[in-house]
């Protein structure tokens, strides 16, 4: 029954069509009206947002509870089978507990990106007013990116070896989270920059808002689209660790592809939420990467121990448990030295 797609691409290009149109369109409404002319985002901004972008994921979960409810115990492919109607019902209730699972995954996981964005944003001066537009085309890269990465994660994952390669390797990253020392983020060492630099002259200033730039009929870039690939690069890197763990979760490609999605869209409002206060939550990187141990045990041995199928509340509760420890400790518990933790990623993404 495992190797039946409940959402199978062939039936359900339309809605990938849709719901990639629907999310260009929130895209739109952002910069266009939203955010149309750059300016600093405040807390209470922020906050608006990341609640908005939180709920829609909710909606999103809830209604697709609900049409799988409907959908699969008429499906004939479950029918032939042998499923009955209650046990497609209960596939349907678990179908949307993956999803609301892998979407908390990968937004905990976003937050080792706010980390990168400070240091980004810092290391270049970018200014405040014009973080968002950054973010903004940041992410709609990175989209992009996670879409490439998911259809290749797909595909890879139906090699019963790719299992064990995936799940070792996000064991030997929360491993390397936990003990590894952290090395401090040089945007000046990335290779994307140094080339990026040899292709497109850089000037020193900044030109508004604008990525580009046309000095003495030579077209330039600004230090903000030097910022933006840095930026872009470190999402291709913690792409590495987040795909392969929406894929612990669950193996249909549908809610990889939403709960990732979701994520992603919800990340600058979160930064600006959370940019000022990430710094205390020096407990986090240490819940994200025993959250990387357990899913990878997961994808690799607990399945299998459980005939197939972690149970998936377990899994949700585990998660919960271990991310919701590390921020209560960061609070509860007061730095020896009685100073601040430095801001930098926690994975070290460069």
Known sequence: MQTISLFPFADYWWFYGLFTLGVFGLLALDLGVFHRKAHDVSYKEALGWTVGWCALALMFCFGLWRYAEWKLPQDPRLIAAGMTAAEATGLARQTALEFLTGYVVELSLSV??????????????????????????????????????????????????????????????????????????????????????????ITTRFEGQK????????????????????????????????????FAITKE?????????????????????????????????????????????????????????????????????LLGGSVAASWLIPPKNGGVTPTKPAAGAA
Not at 125 to 152: D, E, K
């Open 112 to 201: 080792d990106n706010i980390f990168v964005f400070i240091v980004v944003f810092t290391f270049f001066g970018v200014p405040s007013q014009y973080q968002h537009r950054v973010l903004f085309f940041g992410i709609l890269g990175a989209l992009l990116f996670r879409v490439l990465f998911i259809s290749l994660g797909a595909v890879l994952m139906k090699f019963h070896w790719v299992i064990w390669v995936f799940g070792g390797f996000l064991v030997l990253t929360g491993l390397k989270i936990l003990f590894a020392p952290e090395k401090p983020m040089d945007p000046e060492r990335n290779p994307l920059l140094r080339l990026l630099r040899k292709i497109v002259p």
């Open 211 to 246: 990525f580009l730039v046309m000095e003495n009929g030579v077209r330039h870039g600004t230090p903000l689209l030097v910022a933006l690939a840095a930026i872009e690069f470190s999402d291709i890197i913690f792409a590495v660790d987040s795909v392969p763990a929406i």
């Open 253 to 321: 490609p549908l809610v990889v592809f939403t709960s990732n999605i979701f994520a992603i869209l919800g990340l600058r409002s979160m930064f600006f939420l959370l940019a000022g206060i990430v710094h205390k939550f020096r407990f986090l990187k240490y819940g994200l990467g025993l959250v990387l141990i357990f899913v990878g045990l997961k994808m690799a041995w607990l399945n299998e121990l459980f005939g197939g199928k972690f149970p998936i509340t377990w899994s949700l509760g585990i998660i919960a448990a």
